[in-house]
């Protein structure tokens, strides 16, 4: 996947070119993946461009610093404009993706990371389109477990928690598939490497639940919200490994995945091995949410222009 990422950066509070914003070899982070991110995504609707949930997306990278004590220095209202002035400071007249991240900086070898460590904060961004086939992807169950509560928490979107993620990817890649699928410590459904999961069995639609190790994604919200608009029945609720392969439709929820169907899953066929119903409903209801087409949840969009 080749990405051009846009000309400026946000660096501690400043606009300075890409090539500018180094780091020392140092820094802790780049030793012990002591880093928050967040994925965000703009939508450009040929008039403005909207940023989606900025400010749940604010809230979940500033928690995810609580549980290490990792401080991120700067305000909601610091980020928030760090954010929308960056797209502006890159003419972003597109669909993008928005990568803001804090990490611990220079903190020698020391692993009693506390408040005091420094920290530093940076944003990129990068024209964005699909991450995924809509028209559906192959996935397989992962032999990684998901960590959990007992390791490191799954709800701290810290960079050091995507090592597993990576892993599970390289296996799916090397066996042919899209995505990978993680279990939990106790082998039910969690959720992909980058995404949360959703099953349509018997007109429910099903998603595992946080104890599962899954990331309280947005977007999962967003869908469950959806599916309650549309008075589709929805619970959430442990999934076991066999229920994937009775169920009529699986898709994945995130930021950069949006909504993207499951059609394969461990070779077998999902439902009929096309797009499902449900699946499609959520997509288009989704997207005229992000291109400010359903007033409801304008609220949700901040327009950068
Ligand atoms: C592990 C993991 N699960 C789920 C998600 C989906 O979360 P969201 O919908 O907030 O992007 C992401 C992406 O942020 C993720 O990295």
Redesign the pocket.
């Known amino acids: 996947m080749k990405f051009s990422f846009s000309k400026f950066v946000w660096f501690d509070g400043k606009f300075i070119p890409l090539e500018k914003a180094k780091v020392p070899v140092t820094t802790h982070s780049v030793q012990y993946g002591t880093s928050i991110f967040e994925?965000i995504r703009g939508y450009w609707n040929s008039k403005n461009l909207y940023i989606f949930r900025l400010d749940d997306h604010i809230k979940r990278f500033r928690n995810s610093g609580k549980f290490y004590s990792i401080s991120l220095n700067f305000t909601d209202s610091q980020v928030k404009q760090g954010i929308v002035g960056l797209c502006k400071k890159n003419k972003l007249k597109s669909s993008c993706y928005i990568r803001p991240f804090y990490f611990v900086g220079n903190y020698g070898i020391n692993l009693h990371v506390t408040e005091k460590a420094p920290t530093h904060m940076a944003i990129y961004s990068f024209p964005f389109g699909d991450l995924f086939n809509k028209n559906g992807i192959k996935a397989c169950v992962s032999s990684w477990r998901k960590f959990s509560d007992s390791t490191t928490p799954p709800l701290a979107?810290m960079g050091g928690n995507y090592l597993n993620?990576i892993l599970a990817t390289q296996e799916c890649k090397r066996n042919g598939y899209d995505e990978a699928i993680l279990l939990d410590q106790n082998a039910n459904v969690s959720?992909a490497?980058?995404?949360?999961i959703f099953i349509v069995r018997d007109n429910e639609l099903i998603t595992p639940p946080l104890h599962s190790s899954?990331?309280e994604?947005?977007?999962?919200d967003t869908v469950i919200k959806i599916a309650q608009d549309i008075d589709f029945k929805t619970s959430t609720r442990d999934i076991s490994r066999g229920e994937l392969y009775l169920a009529d439709e699986i898709f994945l929820?995130?930021?950069?995945a949006e909504i993207t169907p499951i059609v394969f899953v461990d070779h077998k066929k999902v439902g009929s091995g096309k797009v499902g119903r449900i699946t499609k409903r959520i997509m288009s209801e989704y997207t005229n949410i992000v291109m400010n087409k359903n007033q409801k949840y304008s609220h949700w969009l901040t327009a950068v222009y």
């Open positions: 994925g979107k993620s959720e490497p980058g995404e949360n899954a990331l994604g947005l977007t999962r929820s995130g930021t950069a």
